[in-house]
């Protein structure tokens, strides 16, 4: 199988389990490879679970709606990258494009230096725009997510990944796990107490 929007890949894995020593316990056949990719991809799907947040980039522009509680201030949300914002003044559904930096700021301030998701816009200083207070006013084009993975996500998917491979053997958690066709269940007691700690940092992040 492919790894679909994983948090880490093969490769990573393997480097990951050899710098600790551990290279031996990983299969080198095929079969162990699609296994480990399958409890990749679950580890990543848990992180956006427990967090209510997705970290890779949609591969495809989303468009999305918005009310505004204020003309000049509009909370969105994660897009990673922009590709146009429009507002609706008279409730047409006929919408007007505003230009960036002229007539609107992305926000936070410094997300794209921090490697962080776009979560509002505010009408420029000098713009003659407004964000219309009614429902639909803002148009919101883009691709959600984060415009990279962050470094601490990709080391808590692959040490959740490492603690379920390895308990298929028993070799750590609390029992074995199985995985089957349809996928892998990660329990509590699969979650390293590190990872948890970077799960429970970004569940709570404003």
Not at 48 to 70: C, P, Q, V
Not at 89 to 101: F, R
Not at 119 to 145: D, H, M, Q
Request: one cysteine or more; hydrophobic letters at 40%.
């Amino acid at each position: 199988m492919t790894i679909t929007n994983g948090y880490a890949t093969l490769a990573e894995y393997k480097n990951w389990i050899a710098s600790r020593g551990q290279a031996g316990v990983v299969g080198t056949d095929a079969t162990d490879d699609t296994v480990i990719e399958s409890i990749v991809e679950m580890a990543s799907r848990y992180i956006d679970r427990m967090t209510n947040r997705k970290f890779y980039l949609s591969s495809a522009d989303e468009t999305r709606y918005y009310r505004s509680l204020s003309n000049s201030h509009v909370s969105i949300d994660g897009f990673g990258a922009l590709t146009s914002v429009s507002v609706d003044y008279d409730g047409t559904k006929n919408y007007t494009a505003l230009v960036a930096i002229t007539d609107y700021e992305t926000l936070p301030v410094n997300a794209a230096l921090d490697g962080l998701p776009f979560t509002g816009l505010e009408i420029g200083y000098y713009s003659s725009n407004y964000f219309p207070a009614f429902g639909r006013g803002i148009k919101v084009i883009g691709k959600i997510g984060f415009p990279a993975i962050p470094a601490d996500i990709k080391t808590a998917c692959l040490a959740i990944a490492q603690s379920v491979y390895g308990a298929r053997s028993g070799q750590s958690s609390q029992g074995k796990v199985t995985v089957t066709a349809a996928g892998v269940v990660i329990r509590p007691e699969d979650v390293p107490a590190m990872a948890q700690k970077i799960i429970d940092y970004w569940r709570w992040l404003s």
